[in-house]
């Protein structure tokens, strides 16, 4: 990808954002008081990584294929589209339950999310020879996905087999990566997953005397080694992909070690009110109590999100996501390094 201005046709994205369903805190206020039309519906009170780098691209914010009046293939989604679903998981939710996992938002998994784009791309780009070409100046974001895969037996107390369910969830996610690789794609970040043993709700939920804690970060170190567990293992089967298809740009993003170099040092970037306790919540050391949700009446929201790196105990901020995505995107945290490929514009947009 030589620059955007002559390669980048448009950016295509596959991750976790919008779901469409009244029964849900993130469609309520204060999700989204600080973009800029103060819509809910996203996963912080403001932009998201994926908006950062859409802006630094000089593109327009993502538009969700799924929208408030369903799907709409006969949208001009030229300049990209979010295929995302809040709450979606890498595996199907059929293959979760037999393993007595429940997906209680959304059964649009990452295979879903590939048949609407499969399904909306003549909309886009035409016949199939175009489609092709299409696709491979494309830019395409796989995610960050296979988070919620384990958030919800790990948030409902269930043990996890890492050698077996870590395994199956990479596999779901480069299947996807080898499919779009067969029709055209040329250039995909696949990000890692992020350090959830930083994550309010985990700490609230899985946090006790007899679990081990980072005495630098406070994080709990065993989900962090899971976290990392995965992103070893992703990493292991994209450089297996790098040698099947030597002539596509695989990028890893180290969605990890973007973050915990916030989370080592939250005042060092202005983060005063430290990195693990959440800005919206219902109270509690981390500020997250499941049965006063960000979004619901029994929940409060603070002052100034800009000095919290977390959100609402799961999701951050958004000026904790400029800082990730300015460290993905313009800084080393992603393999091959992205700017190299596809420069970028300064994040310095005002927040």
Known sequence: MASRSSSLASLLVIMILHLWNQQFPVLL????????????GRCSNG???IDF?????????????VHEKGIDNAIAFGQGVNFAVAGATALDSSVLETRGIVNPMTNASLRVQLEWFKHSLPSICGNASDCRKFIGNSLILMGEIGGNDYNYPILDGKLINEDSFVPLVIDSIVSTINELIEMGAQTLVVPGNLPVGCSGAYLTICGSETEEYDPKTGCLVRLNEFAEYHNELLQKKLNHLRELHPNVNIIYADYYNAAMQIYRSPEKYGFTNGGLKACCGGGGPYNFNSSAECGLTSASVCDEPDTYVCWDGIHLTEAAYKLIANNLFQGGYTTPQFNSLCPTSIFSSSM
């Open 47 to 49: 932009r998201l990584i």
């Open 29 to 40: 206020s204060p999700y989204g008081e600080n973009f800029y039309d103060h819509s809910t």
């Open 53 to 65: 780098l859409a802006e630094s691209l000089g593109l327009p914010l993502i538009p969700p294929f």
